[in-house]
């Protein structure tokens, strides 16, 4: 496909493996119930409907947190003693630490992935659910109509952009 599109063909392809289109396509279109949700790059398209934020792993927790306070910054507690700083920067993170000598044992920048962004994206516009155990057979139960095709919004468009 990418050979293909290297030629200066437009490659159309229309998947729900987002792992797979995020290593082969450059461009998406998403479309749920018959509207056009998304016609953008990958990167845009990642940047704008996911979420970034930097993962920090401290022994010195309070301390880290009182650091990022007074630097304006806001950090928000998980699981596991791991701090979440949404929208941060980890090297303003890490400087801040290495100044006040606290000691870290993780610092790293997350971004969602391709199929986290889609997700986030057509969440508003998937129009069957799936449903699990006694809920899940109550509703399929409470359905008169007859099976129709469940309806997912299509994503994945690859153009080569010339």
């Not at 987002?18 to 990642?46: C, K, N, P, W, Y």
């Not at 449903?131 to 994503?155: L, R, S």
């Amino acid at each position: 496909m990418k050979s293909l599109a290297a030629q200066g063909r437009t490659v159309f392809v229309s998947s729900h493996l987002m792992s797979e289109m995020a290593l082969t396509a450059d461009h998406l279109v998403v479309i749920g119930q018959g509207r056009l949700l998304a016609d953008t790059s990958m990167a845009d398209f990642i940047d704008q409907n996911s979420r970034c934020h930097v993962r920090v792993r401290t022994p010195e927790r309070e301390r880290l947190l009182d650091v990022l306070s007074t630097a304006g910054i806001t950090a928000v507690e998980r699981d596991g003693g791991l701090l979440e700083v949404e929208d941060g920067k980890a090297e303003r993170i890490g400087e801040l630490a290495a100044q006040h000598r606290v000691v870290l044992h993780e610092l790293s920048s997350r971004q969602s992935s391709l199929e986290e962004a889609f997700m986030q994206l057509t969440a508003g516009s998937v129009e069957y659910h799936a449903h699990t155990g006694q809920a899940g057979q109550a509703a399929q139960a409470a359905q008169a109509e007859p099976a129709a095709a469940a309806t997912q919004p299509a994503a994945a468009d690859m153009k080569k952009e010339s």
